[in-house]
């Protein structure tokens, strides 16, 4: 069975750094550069998860967890990463054109050894960790942001205001509302979420019936 590893977490004194480090630069290192070599140092980990490019100083990517890991010996140190890591559409732009691949085809009659065929035969492209690397952070780019260190929210149930905003486009409580409709439910009052009904419970709809007829 693979062991679960738990990520260490963050004290007081390392997040009230982080924040104020996230204040001053908003993900971008440059602005403030020697706060995050010395948060990294004193933590293993960036006060941001995504770093800006070195070449183009606008676009971010993603560096934290297996990503930072595996990408921070290539740079040496971590004033290296945060100076030198460029985005891939700026290493793209910069990498030599790929040459065309030649596909042999045999004139005529059967092929000799070594010859591809082309209705026999396929060149397939194998990506490599760098194009994964790019692949992961487009997917990054369209999942919903996610704070670590957001504190929960307490939602009044009597204020009017937090529950339409907690229920618009959503049922808080899908377990009484398939069982008993949203009579039943303690926020039904000021609920507006598309769903919303009335129901009344299974024994009430059979009280309402009346009595069974004779035979």
Do not use: H
């Amino acid at each position: 069975m693979m062991k679960k590893v738990y990520r260490l977490k963050l004290d007081a004194k390392a997040k009230a750094a982080k924040a104020k480090i996230k204040e001053v630069s908003g993900g971008d290192q440059f602005k403030n550069l020697k706060d995050w070599v010395v948060f990294f140092k004193e933590n293993e980990r960036l006060p941001s998860q995504k770093i800006t490019c070195a070449s183009c100083k606008t676009k971010q990517t993603s560096m934290f967890g297996d990503n930072l890991k595996r990408t921070l010996p290539k740079y040496g140190s971590i004033e290296g990463l945060l100076t030198k890591f460029e985005c891939s559409d700026c290493r793209k732009a910069k990498a030599p054109a790929k040459e065309a691949k030649q596909v042999k085809v045999p004139k005529s009659g059967k092929g000799k050894a070594g010859d591809i065929n082309v209705s026999g035969n396929t060149v397939e492209d194998y990506l490599t960790v760098d194009d994964i690397e790019d692949r992961k952070e487009k997917v990054r780019a369209t999942l919903p942001k996610f704070d670590p260190d957001r504190k929960p929210v307490k939602i009044n149930f009597k204020d009017q205001d937090e529950v339409e905003d907690l229920t618009r486009g959503v049922c808080q409580r899908p377990d009484i509302y398939l069982d008993a409709g949203c009579s039943q439910c303690p926020i039904s009052q000021y609920c507006i979420a598309g769903c919303k009904d009335m129901r009344r419970k299974p024994e009430d709809t059979r009280k309402s019936q009346g009595p069974k007829r004779k035979k």
